[in-house]
């Protein structure tokens, strides 16, 4: 008997008993579904924090913060702390430590660090339209983050320029509803300087923004220019030269895997603390990788109970065609092939499972993201709950094979050691 009429005689074989195959067959499709749409969900996931650590920034970035004290923190009722002034100058409106000037010298001189941008914080009062209608802004993006927004019009500010990009639920502000119409208006912002004067800064609009789950893209952002120069204005008015503190520096790094460690480790020594994207982020993934699994799981077990299936299924199988084994063996049929036969068949069931299983898995996922994405959750910008992977659903393919033909060893092997004398004498 050729390769070929073995798999036809196994199909075939398989369509005998339509009722218990079919049962057979849905254990086996759960288990598919069940994988294809928890690989899928978690693929998709992932890819949107992909999206979200785009927003954050870039990869080969070092986000340069001071080192919190613990003593620090939080006001004790201990031992009083000695005062000291440069400390002092480096702490922010709301009590938390900020760089200073020497600090963003310290980490250009770190070996490996190519560039270093200060991040400077900046509290304005109102941004005015064209029109001369004004509206409160309640805060601003930080230059940093430009480079990771989802753009609904336009583009992203250039560092150079007096230019910043709206969210678009901002738009209702200038009158219109289309994006485009707000490209190249100017607007007037305000803000205060130290001597409670109001001050203003006019820049042009370039780019219209939809909000991530990030956060970023919420408010308006402006350029690195315009965001010194609102900074600048802020901390003029008074005759006293103010101390330049910076919210943190973003630390560019010319081999970031090679020199990640050691970087961290100098920014210690200097009292610093350094995260990159995957530091701050991990965390999440590692959470979303792990659930997972355990869905996964739960899938794996219904994949084992299917496999008990398939054993009973042939085992059966095998009971029920003794006498049909015995006069394929009688008429030259040798024990491989036997056990091929049954093999297949086994296989034949976890092809018919997995097919549709994960056809069905598919299916639903791909309706399903796009139903939510487009629907209740349409306002989160670049959201994806189920991504397809060509090659996690072929793996998942080949597991359910591997299991349906090590589940249908035993039946096989049963057969092929039957004789066939006996076997034809049986009743």
Known sequence: MRNVDVVRTALGNTMRSKTRTFLTVIAIVIGAFTLTLTSGLGAGINKYVDSMVAGFGQTNQIYVMPAMDPSQQMPTNGEPQEYDPEEANATGEFGMPMLTEDDIATIEGIDGITDVEPIVFVTADYLQTAEGD???????????????????AGTTPDPQAMELTVPE???????????????????????????????????EIVGVSQQ?????????????????????????????????????????????????????????????????????????????????????????????????????????????????????????????KVFGLFSTEAVMLGVMGSVIGVGLGVLLGVIGNAALVNGPLSGVAGLSLYAVDPVSILLIVALILAIAFLAGTMPAARAAKKDPIEALRYE
């Open 134 to 152: 004004q509206f409160v802004l309640q805060s601003l993006g930080f230059p940093s983050d430009a480079a990771g927004m989802e753009m609904e």
């Open 212 to 336: 991530a789950i990030s956060g970023v893209g919420g408010s308006p952002m402006p350029s690195s220019a315009l965001n010194q120069e609102l900074n600048d204005v802020q901390t003029s008015g008074l005759d006293v030269e103010q101390p330049k503190n910076y919210v943190q520096a973003v630390a560019t790094v010319g081999n970031l895997e090679a020199n990640e460690t050691a970087i961290k480790q100098s920014l210690s020594d200097e009292g610093l603390m350094g995260l990159t994207l995957e530091d701050q982020l991990g965390v999440i993934t590692g959470i979303i990788d792990t659930v997972t699994w355990v869905l996964n799981g739960f899938a794996l077990i219904a994949l084992l109970a299917a496999s008990f299936g398939i054993v009973n299924t042939l085992l059966m199988s095998v009971q029920e065609r003794t006498r049909e084994i015995g006069l394929m063996k009688a008429l030259g049929m040798g024990r491989g």
């Open 169 to 203: 639920t901002w738009l209702s502000a200038f009158g219109t509803e289309d994006p485009n119409e707000v490209l190249g208006q100017t607007v007037t912002i305000g803000l205060q300087d130290m001597a409670q004067q109001e001050q203003t800064v006019e820049a």
